[in-house]
Structures are given as structure tokens and as C-alpha cells.
């Protein structure tokens, strides 16, 4: 069946532009994670939905970051006016069950989006 | 505070060589371990998780808790090992409780 999928796959943003990215969950998981990944780094927990709530945004690293998932399956990353520092890529990953239940479920990753900022 | 700690940033071993990637953690209490994997050109995936003790892809990994390790180790590497490791770890109550927090990863490569 069909994966996480993210777009756009590559984004390049001049500095003070805003940007949004999207991920398409698999279809039917409650859980969705985003995280950043540095050049050279491993992935950073940026935020956590479970279904529509936003149940932790604490990695968010500025108030210029802000994430939604409205309907409890798609959902979009914002960036508003981008610094050169959020050049990474951002990867979304997508759990069937709520987190607790059974321990922490396994994340499905999409692909990522880059994000470079001139 | 939680911490992954993987200190190799590469490793290079041979065909048929056994093969040890190394990660140490740090943590408040409980955790679950993970090993991620990502090839070339594909997306990260779970390799395996320390709860299943189950061999994947001729893979294991330990997890030791007096030493707070968990690494991750092939007795026979194959070419088609080549690919990131990383180790992640995730809290099973309280606030951490689902996310994963990794390290930096180590790249393998397996020569012919």
C-alpha cells in the first residue's frame, strides 16, 4: 500500500519567505510525528498529533514554526518567514496506534522534504 | 535529560567480517530502543526494536541496561548492509511518551 508521502520534495526559499510542507499519512494512523534533520545529524522531534489535537509542540525551536492537521489526516508544516539556520530536511512519520497503549508504536517515515534557505 | 550517543561516524568493515555498530543512551528511566536503518535513496525504516529480541536481516541487538548500551551487531557483514544506522530512543510514559529522539547516526560500508 501506499507510504507516507511529503511535498514538495525540495523547496528553495529566499530568506523571509514563508513556507508550508506536507505529509499525507498512511491512511487510518492516529499518530503523526514531524522532525528536522540537520546536515550530518540525526532526525529532532519538532511536534505530535494524535488524530486532530497537537498534543506536543515542543520542539518546535521559534514561534515561527507552526504545524496543523485539521481534519486528523493530512497535515502541514509552516515556516513563516524562513532564516537560513531552517535549512534542513523535514521529515514526517505516521504511527497506527495512540501512543501509550502498547508502548510506542512504530513510525512510518515519508521521504522528506529539503528545504534550502538562500 | 535523554541522549543517543552513536560515536562512530563511519565504519568500514568486509564482506564476511562481523560488524559492531556502537550507541550508548541516556535517560530518566525506561526506555525503548530502536535501531533505524536507511539506504541509499530510500527513506528511514525500522531495522528493529529492543522489545521484539528478534534477529532482522541477520542483525541483533542487546540491550544493556547497567551499561546503558544498546549496540548493534552482524557476525557476517554483507555488501547490502551499506547503508545509515541510526539508534533511537523513546520514553514509555510521561511526556516523552512516543517521540524518538536519535543520534547521529553512523554510516556503514561493507567492501566486496
Known amino acids: 500500500g501506499a507510504g507516507v508521502s511529503q511535498s514538495p520534495r525540495y523547496k528553495v526559499a529566499k530568506r523571509g519567505q514563508d513556507v508550508a510542507l506536507r505529509c499525507d499519512p498512511i491512511?487510518?494512523?492516529?499518530?503523526l510525528f514531524w522532525y528536522q534533520q540537520a546536515l550530518g545529524q540525526g532526525p529532532e522531534f519538532l511536534t505530535y498529533?494524535?488524530?486532530?489535537?497537537?498534543?506536543?509542540k515542543s520542539g518546535l525551536p521559534s514561534d515561527r514554526f507552526f504545524a496543523e492537521r485539521p481534519e486528523g489526516s493530512v497535515s502541514t508544516l509552516k515556516i513563516q518567514r524562513t532564516q537560513q539556520e531552517d535549512s534542513a530536511v523535514y521529515l514526517c512519520?505516521?504511527?497506527?496506534?495512540?501512543?501509550?497503549?502498547?508502548?510506542?508504536?512504530?513510525?512510518?517515515f515519508g521521504p522528506g522534504t529539503r528545504l534550502t534557505v538562500l | 535529560a535523554q541522549r543517543v550517543t552513536q560515536p562512530e561516524k563511519l565504519l568500514s568493515v568486509f564482506k564476511g567480517a562481523p560488524v559492531e555498530l556502537k550507541c550508548n543512551y541516556s535517560?530518566?528511566?525506561?526506555?525503548?530502543l530502536f535501531w533505524y536503518v536507511q539506504y541509499s535513496r530510500q527513506r528511514l525504516q525500522l531495522l528493529l526494536r529492543h522489545i521484539s529480541r528478534e534477529s532482522i536481516k541477520g542483525f541483533t541487538a542487546d540491550l544493556n541496561k547497567g551499561e546503558t548500551s544498546f549496540h548493534l551487531k552482524k557476525p557476517f557483514a554483507q555488501e547490502e548492509d551499506s547503508a545509515m544506522y541510526y539508534c533511537?530512543?523513546?520514553?514509555?510514559?510521561?511526556?516523552?511518551?512516543?517521540?524518538?529522539?536519535f543520534g547521529r547516526g553512523t554510516q556503514l560500508t561493507v567492501w566486496p
Open positions: 491512511s487510518g494512523h492516529v499518530s
Open positions: 535517560y530518566s528511566g525506561s526506555p525503548e
Open positions: 533511537a530512543l523513546s520514553g514509555i510514559r510521561g511526556s516523552t511518551l512516543g517521540r524518538l529522539y
Open positions: 512519520a505516521s504511527s497506527l496506534a495512540y501512543q501509550g497503549n502498547y508502548g510506542t508504536d512504530t513510525q512510518y
Open positions: 498529533f494524535q488524530n486532530e489535537a497537537q498534543l506536543d
